[in-house]
């Protein structure tokens, strides 16, 4: 029998922007969802698992698999294929084993099937939603330089068309 813990996180209303991960500091607008008929800001689930990443990340002496490497804006991986869990004894990771984790390959040749790792969540975690209805009709959008790099700037030309 497995275990699986299911979390729901409920905050007070965002009050501007948040940050996605991949992003630096407040340049994110925070989306909004109906609940009972009022706006309410929410959170995704992805953001909440990152973050706790992040929080295991520096509490766990071992560290986790995956580290955010700021300056490249990607994941540092100790184990990527994650092979430690192929025996009973191997090197596992916290953050792999709380919050789940997924590799898959194509197949190489036609009628042949592809591969794929997979270890369900322990934390089943789904998007925060505000408790407070959002009061505000006006939201503030800035984006750092940088943040869309294929955007125009107002000396370049414009972004090359999609094929």
């Known amino acids: ?3 699986h813990v299911f ?5 007070p209303f965002g009050t501007a922007a948040n940050n996605r991960a991949e992003t630096e500091g407040n340049i994110t607008t925070l989306q909004k969802l109906i609940w009972q008929g009022q706006a309410h800001s929410t959170v995704s689930a992805e953001a909440i698992r990152f973050a706790l990443r992040r929080l295991l ?3 766990e002496k071992n560290g986790t698999n995956r580290r955010w490497d700021e ?7 100790q184990d990527w294929t994650f092979k430690g869990w192929a025996s009973e004894k191997g090197s596992t990771f916290i953050d792999d084993d709380l919050l789940g984790f ?3 390959e194509a ?3 036609e009628g042949e099937s592809g591969t794929a790792n997979v270890r369900r969540a322990v934390l089943e975690v789904t998007r925060a939603v505000s408790l ?3 009061s505000g009709d006006v939201t503030f959008n800035a984006a750092s330089p940088g943040a869309t790099p294929w955007a125009p700037t107002r000396n370049s030309p414009s972004p090359p068309s999609a094929c």
């Open 57 to 59: 990340a520096t509490a």
């Open 102 to 104: 997924m590799t898959a």
């Open 71 to 77: 300056d490249e804006r990607n994941n540092v991986w």
């Open 132 to 134: 407070t209805p959002w």
């Open 1 to 3: 029998m497995t275990l």
């Open 7 to 11: 979390a729901n996180f409920v905050t």
């Open 107 to 109: 197949a190489t040749e």
